[in-house]
């Protein structure tokens, strides 16, 4: 055991404080305290966020992909599912959407662990950012969300994962730094005044959806470039 611990550095803490906070969420909405455990999703997204930029500055160590990947099958596949059963209750809709979007996540996460590097995008939409969006979708509905609306929005998320679209990778300050602030309020109004939670998530949920469309915008963006002679 002492063998493997020595092989850790600090990026791989972060991540398996990620890990931990998908556990979290699991045992938290087990316990009946759904909000808690979106909260500890969006949670585990900052370590992963963290641990990644961590790995760039400091190095990493030879099992921080595998040990990533692994975590983020937790806190973004397992838990969000979990999550999503528990709060829509456990119709056949939301049982196959589920199942769907894990397998996505699944096979999203082994397909990026034997690409080729790429500084710039990603390919499909990173497990990561679905987690969040299921979470600040459910942190903001107050239970007007049916499951047929849910369940299909678990197929599109899951369907984007695995696609081939390119997401643009958020780094550098001027992306990384609003994106913390309104991840900031929607945690920390939940721990000073819960009931306004939904509210002050609602940035977050915004953020999210505009980084889902991303996509069309800078697809439109390279096409105007190319017209102009930019590229």
Do not use: W
């Not at 899951?158 to 390119?166: D, P």
């Not at 109004?189 to 998530?201: A, D, E, L, R």
């Amino acid at each position: 055991m002492s063998g493997i611990l020595n092989t850790l550095k600090l990026p791989d803490i972060v991540t398996l404080l990620n890990a931990l906070c998908g556990f979290g969420a699991i045992i938290t909405v087990q316990n009946g305290t759904l909000h808690l455990s979106c909260i500890l999703v969006l949670l585990a997204a900052i370590a992963d966020g963290l641990d990644g930029n961590l790995a760039r500055y400091i190095g990493g160590s030879e099992i921080g992909g595998s040990l990533d990947s692994l975590a983020d099958v937790i806190s973004f596949g397992v838990a969000p599912a979990i999550i999503i059963f528990s709060y829509m209750g456990n119709g056949y809709i939301i049982l196959i959407s589920i199942c769907f979007y894990l397998i996505c996540g699944i096979l999203r996460l082994a397909r990026f662990n034997v690409s080729k590097p790429d500084n710039a995008f990603f390919k499909g939409l990173p497990i990561t950012a679905s987690g969040i969006i299921v979470s600040a979708i459910i942190l903001v509905d107050n239970g007007y969300l049916s499951p047929i609306y849910m369940g299909a929005g678990c197929i599109i998320l899951g369907i984007l994962m695995v696609s081939s679209i390119r997401y643009m990778k958020i780094r550098g300050k001027k992306k990384t730094m609003p994106l913390t602030l309104i991840f900031a309020i929607s945690i920390i109004s939940y721990f000073v005044n819960p009931p306004m939670v939904s509210t002050f998530t609602v940035p977050l949920l915004m953020a999210m959806v505009l980084y889902l469309f991303s996509p069309i915008y800078k697809n439109k963006e390279y096409k105007n470039k190319e017209k102009l002679g930019y590229l």
